[in-house]
């Protein structure tokens, strides 16, 4: 009998054949699976300059509510309004160092409805820098959250941080800043307001200098950060430790793991924070274009509506390029947002400082020396159908 041997590269065909017959064969089971009991999450940063200290708390998500993401943010319903359950009636208190009973949190309602979010009034606890604090949350379930925290000192006699307006122009300055140093910080955090969110890093040093042209490198495809015609919030904070671990540590979102948390019997942070620097910088640039300049129209009620258009950069010239600005009516400004493709202009008008603010929507063609369009009707705005440059 003559034995015949399958070559070498076909061999693993053999108990592949045998696997997907014993598949094929079997019948999956459904299997249900439990959902775990739901932890608590806190978020608090004390600083001094605040106005209120707030703490936030809400349920770990087991996949017992389904997130919605189309709700618009809300700063004062913050958890439910970023698809958060809020924990409600809890006993959140802050005691200084050696106090046992500490000043108790009073829970916002918004529109008849509570919502995860504590505050403490300036009036009722006054942070100083230096001193060390403690958080105590008590839910109605019993579950106990705790946490402590050392605001970033100050120096002896120094005075409170004022806001500096400074001018940017984006294609050729440098933004530079240093502060003093603050020994019991672990780290520093450069934070600036940009259309697009925060943008914000941390440094170890007292020296930091942003160009005009720096792009958000955290951002899809690569924006800038500084925009011509708006006036963007800056600051500097020296931080604690729980602040600086928990920003920087990552979380896995199907186990919860390489989250550094600050607290004990939850997750989350318990941190502080020190102001040290604030700068107010109106960015500007140099005109090129044609569809830079001054603008002015008169809208339907015959009010008069003057704007400031800048464009980025062409890669091409057929490409899109990104345009930014301010308008004025009477004395109100509004930031704008848009493009310019060939002739083609549109632009958001915010009645706020982020895209999602965006009110009004123009879209237009440049001729000479007039821009002629109409604004989205599901806006129902009455500005001009028709600008001019301004000389």
């Not at 014993?22 to 019948?27: P, S």
């Not at 105590?136 to 004022?162: D, E, F, L, S």
């Not at 540590?249 to 989350?268: A, K, R, W, Y």
């Not at 620097?277 to 008169?298: F, H, N, Q, Y």
């Amino acid at each position: 009998m003559v034995t015949r041997r399958l070559p070498m590269r076909h061999a693993p065909l053999v108990p592949l054949l045998a696997l997907l017959a014993l598949v094929a064969g079997c019948e999956l089971g459904s299997v249900t699976v439990v959902s775990p009991t739901p932890g608590v999450v806190v978020h608090a940063v004390l600083n001094p300059d605040a106005t209120e200290q707030v703490i936030l708390l809400e349920e770990t998500q087991v996949g017992r509510i389904d997130i919605n993401d189309g709700i618009r943010y809300n700063p004062l319903e913050p958890v439910r309004t970023a698809g958060g359950l809020p924990i409600n009636d809890a006993d959140v208190r802050l005691l200084v160092d050696g106090d046992s009973v500490g000043v108790r949190a009073t829970e916002t309602v918004v529109s008849g409805r509570k919502t995860g979010r504590y505050v403490v009034p300036q009036a009722a606890l006054a942070i100083v820098p230096g001193r060390r604090y403690r958080l105590r949350a008590r839910t109605t379930t019993g579950a106990v959250v705790t946490g402590t925290t050392i605001v970033p000192a100050a120096n002896p006699g120094q005075p409170a941080v004022a806001t500096q307006p400074v001018t940017l122009a984006r294609s050729s300055d440098t933004l530079r800043l240093a502060w003093g140093a603050v020994p019991d910080a672990t780290i520093y955090g450069i934070r600036l307001e940009t259309p697009n969110g925060p943008w914000f890093l941390f440094s170890d040093s007292t020296r930091f200098a942003l160009a005009g042209t720096l792009r958000n490198f955290f951002a899809d495809g690569l924006p800038y950060v500084f925009f011509p015609g708006f006036t963007q919030p800056l600051a500097v904070i020296a931080a604690d430790r729980n602040f600086y671990d928990y920003n920087r540590s990552g979380n896995d979102p199907f186990g919860g793991t390489g989250l550094i948390s600050s607290v004990q019997g939850g997750i989350g942070v318990f941190g502080s924070v020190r102001m040290l620097l604030r700068r107010d910088v109106t960015v500007t640039d140099v005109r090129r274009a044609p569809v830079e300049g001054s603008w002015r129209g008169t809208a339907l009620l015959g009010a008069s509506v003057s704007m400031e258009l800048w464009r980025e950069a062409l890669a091409a010239p057929t490409a899109t390029a990104q345009l930014s600005g301010r308008q004025r009516v009477g004395g109100t400004d509004r930031y704008l947002l848009g493009s310019i493709r060939a002739d083609t202009v549109r632009f958001a008008v915010l009645t706020g400082f982020y895209r999602s603010d965006t009110s009004a929507f123009f879209t237009g063609r440049l001729a000479g020396d007039s821009i002629t369009g109409t604004y989205s009707t599901r806006f129902a705005t009455d500005g001009p159908r028709v600008f001019r440059r301004v000389p």
